[in-house]
């Protein structure tokens, strides 16, 4: 990530000069939150890490809500320090460049990161996240227990992109908690994409991930334990921004790594820490409205009909349109569709046919359009099977990955 500003506030009341292990917990307006995970975080640390010199680092994006007070006021046998962005700067990108440049000062050797936004958090996240990098691996990204449905911007784009791309199986690319060690904060920290803005907001979890898995560094996932009670922002109607920011980020980063991901053919899974540790709970409920989820697809033809026409071959944009047609209780979208689209749309926007900023969000109601189809088709599947079709997805694109090269190629 490329530097800018100093940081606009720091307070460091135990003047913490080194530590071998830092948690950092990324938070806006956090307050409710923030006391809660720093305890967790500090149990954690004490009863997996106790033997190293360990600092647990609020990265915040200048709260008004009392984020630093409640942070700094929770009383934790692990020393604090607390590092704010500038007045009006804001995102989590800014928030982990803070936090990496911090942990490299402080010659950390590992970097556990945290959301301060939810509650299930319990001390075996911290030994879960941890661990591995002490045990050889370089990054570390989550596995979590969630609702079939929940997640869907990452288990309808992100995941199967990124893996059709860069050939490894990371189910939670997106993952807002992960762990890493100095090498990857080396990258990091100087990486020519690291300033873009999308990075800097909420497509850094991706961006990390990404650059991981071309670094060609040991990398692996490891379950965290129970999961998350508070929803993450990509639920099934992701917001705009989010959806514009991690989606754009993965096409930019198709541009940057394009050598590499155009050699790789097939995926391969990723190593596994923690399997079968942690509560066996089973994830709290999510509503979904398939009628809003329709509603959004069917709007999307009078908003985007003409860009979609340019955008698509005739035969995808044809097909589009008898999706339309469908009755809503009937509706389904093929995920080979999906996947031509997908890909046609990552060329659109290497060639930049339109705005980055119109071209991504009239991704945004086909990808709802894709969400209703794949609530339809789990409605009745346990978290197991709709793993098992997610996967099954997955490998369709993977099948279709040389439509893809010819269209990045020119030759279709």
């Not at 590092?83 to 402080?106: D, F, M, Q």
């Not at 705005?355 to 894709?370: A, C, M, N, V, Y």
Request: glycine share 8%.
């Amino acid at each position: 990530m490329k530097k800018s500003s100093r940081l606009a506030y720091e307070e460091n009341p135990e003047k913490v000069e080194r530590a071998e292990v830092v948690v950092g917990i990324s938070s806006y307006d956090s307050a409710e939150f923030i006391g809660h995970t720093a305890e967790q975080a500090a149990r954690g640390l004490l009863d997996y890490f106790g033997s190293k010199n360990s600092v647990i680092i609020n990265v915040d994006s200048d709260s008004g809500d009392g984020t630093k007070e409640v942070f700094l006021g929770t009383t934790t046998e692990v020393p604090k320090i607390y590092l704010s962005t500038p007045p009006g700067t804001k995102g989590a990108g800014h928030n982990l460049r803070n936090l990496v440049t911090k942990a490299a000062e402080l010659k950390a050797q590992a970097v556990i990161v945290v959301n301060a936004a939810f509650k299930s958090i319990t001390p075996r996240w911290i030994k879960n996240l941890g661990e591995p990098i002490f045990g050889g691996f370089s990054f570390v990204s989550p596995l979590y227990l969630r609702h079939k449905c929940e997640g869907v911007l990452t288990s309808g784009i992100i995941y199967p992109l990124t893996r059709v791309l860069y050939g490894r199986r990371v189910r939670q690319p997106n993952g807002g908690d992960f762990a890493f060690g100095m090498t990857m904060a080396e990258t990091y920290m100087h990486h020519p994409t690291g300033g873009e803005k999308a990075v800097l907001q909420t497509g850094v979890d991706v961006w990390m991930t990404t650059l991981a898995i071309n670094q060609a560094v040991p990398i692996c996932q490891s379950f965290v334990g129970r999961p998350k009670t508070q929803r993450s922002p990509d639920g099934v109607m992701p917001q705009v921004s989010a959806f514009v920011d991690v989606v754009g980020t993965v096409f930019d980063l198709m541009g940057f790594f394009q050598e590499r991901w155009q050699k790789v053919r097939w995926s391969k899974p990723t190593a596994v820490f923690g399997f079968g540790m942690g509560e066996a709970d089973a994830p709290p409920p999510l509503e979904v409205s398939e009628a809003d989820l329709y509603r959004v697809f069917l709007q999307g033809f009078s908003q985007y009909q003409a860009l979609w026409e340019s955008l698509l071959d005739d035969k995808t944009f044809n097909k589009l349109t008898e999706i339309k047609n469908l009755p809503a209780a009937h509706f389904s979208f093929p995920s080979e569709l999906w996947a031509r689209i997908v890909f046609r749309y990552a060329v659109a926007h290497r060639n930049q046919v339109t705005d980055r900023q119109t071209l991504l969000e009239s991704l945004l109601p086909i990808f709802h359009g894709k969400s209703l189809s794949f609530v339809k088709k789990t409605e009745r599947m346990s978290i197991q099977q709709a793993e098992e079709y997610i996967e099954s997805e997955c490998m369709i694109f993977e099948e279709m990955k040389s439509y893809l090269a010819a269209d990045w190629q020119g030759k279709r």
